[in-house]
């Protein structure tokens, strides 16, 4: 299941779909990105700590955007104008309700991307989700991954947080699959 051209769900095992939480007013969060309660203001979602150890209030942000205009009573978004990749939804909106997802063995897949041009002149930002994910990945197999404190993964080493465990590693396709650890 994706939820844009950077994230998705491979697999549901013990997926934890915990409250939703609201987003902060000042600042956009990315579909899949490390996520944590925000201890200053409780509901309240932040972007996870470099490094940051996950505990129960831990996980990745996703969030749904209704996207069938005028259906069942919904005024959504026009498909004919935009498409799932734009950029608006790869976003959950500020002070909108998000869902936090985590458990174990749940499995989650994030995709490094570059720009890509459309036809009409506008352009699809690229985004690194996970370094190290390059054509000749320093990332591996069994590799543990935690929040890079800017919305992203990079590798866990030494004291980090262990969020997701590596079991696949794409350096062609720019795809690691990983499952979560807590």
Not at 92 to 103: D, E, F, M, R, S
Not at 137 to 145: G, H, N
Not at 151 to 168: H, N
């Amino acid at each position: 299941m994706s939820y844009s051209r950077n994230f998705g769900f491979r697999s549901f095992e013990n997926i934890v779909r915990d409250a939703r939480f609201r987003t902060p007013t000042n600042a956009t969060l990315r579909i899949g990105a490390p996520v944590t309660v925000d201890p200053d203001n409780p509901g309240f979602l932040m972007l996870a700590a470099d490094g940051a150890e996950p505990d129960g209030l831990s996980g990745v942000v996703v969030y749904e955007h209704i996207t069938q205009a005028g259906i069942g009573g919904f005024t959504g978004v026009d498909m004919n104008l935009f498409s799932v990749n734009d950029g608006p939804f790869t976003m959950v909106p500020p002070g909108k309700y998000a869902q936090l997802v985590h458990g174990v063995g749940t499995k989650v897949w994030y995709k490094n991307t570059v720009d890509r041009p459309l036809y009409d002149g506008r352009k699809i930002d690229g985004v690194t989700f996970v370094a190290g994910l390059t054509a000749t990945p320093t990332i591996a197999l069994k590799d543990y991954l935690c929040p890079d404190g800017a919305g992203g993964w990079r590798e866990a080493s030494g004291t980090d947080g262990k969020w997701l465990q590596v079991e696949q590693v794409d350096g062609e396709g720019l795809v690691v699959e990983a499952r979560f650890v807590f």
